[in-house]
């Protein structure tokens, strides 16, 4: 079967730096994503990983080890807008084209 | 704008009603998808065509009816739903490709309660 497990809530400090990390189990692993949703809208991409190693885009990275069925987002410079739900997808072979989705960690970020 | 666009962006029917929701891209793709989003659940996906061909059924209700009249357009069709399809209904769609990066873009969703 397919498990994407990440944590429901997190809270940090604007300017500061929070990981949100990600594991998966699935059996023809094939890229991971991560998306950012504010709540009753749409998931915007932000990172791809399929390859093992960091991806780094402005104050977002994201990190990928295919041997640990881990991931984690990065992100740098806290700011107030950050406080929205983060989601680890996943897309596997046997799947196609499909995601698999995380529930979604909901980030706090306070003054 | 992500180039995925929705309507109606909120729908509020009976137990008896039919409706339809309606997911148009403006991107080219050749793949488009249905998830649905309740509370404190992940994104789950429903149907996923390609080509105009339904590749995915993810064992959804019959009550729920998709239909993609060309690669641009996909409809849900709702009929005699129950409350607890009350959720955000989320459209997405992407090139299709999936040896390459295939990021799927997501319209803004159909808010939908069923009463």
């Known amino acids: 079967g397919q498990n994407i497990d990440q944590p429901t809530e997190m809270t940090a400090t604007e300017g500061a730096i929070v990981q949100i990390n990600c594991t998966y189990q699935t059996s023809g692993f094939n890229g991971l994503f991560w998306y950012q949703q504010h709540a009753g809208e749409a998931p915007t991409f932000l990172s791809y990983n399929v390859l093992d190693g960091l991806e780094e885009k402005g104050r977002f990275s994201s990190f990928l080890s295919r041997s640990k069925g881990y991931s984690y987002l990065l992100l740098k410079e806290l700011q107030m807008k950050d406080s929205v739900s983060y989601l680890c997808a996943v897309r596997d072979h046997q799947a196609g084209t499909a995601l698999i989705f995380g529930k979604g960690t909901t980030l706090s970020v306070s003054s | 704008e992500t180039g995925v666009t929705q309507t109606p962006r909120h729908l509020v029917m009976g137990m008896t009603n039919k409706k339809s929701l309606k997911c148009e891209q403006h991107?080219?793709?050749?793949?488009m998808y249905w998830y649905k989003q309740s509370a404190k659940k992940p994104l789950e996906l429903m149907f996923v065509?390609?080509?105009?061909?339904?590749?995915e059924n993810n064992s959804v209700p019959s009550r729920f009816s998709p239909e993609c009249p060309n690669s641009s357009h996909l409809f849900l069709h709702l009929h005699t739903l129950q409350p607890e399809d009350s959720a955000l209904y989320l459209c997405?769609?992407?090139?299709?490709?999936?040896?390459?990066?295939?990021?799927?873009?997501f319209g803004p969703g159909t808010r939908l309660t069923v009463l």
């Open positions: 997405a769609s992407s090139q299709g490709a999936e040896g390459l990066t295939d990021t799927q873009y």
């Open positions: 065509y390609s080509l105009e061909e339904r590749v």
């Open positions: 991107l080219g793709h050749n793949a």
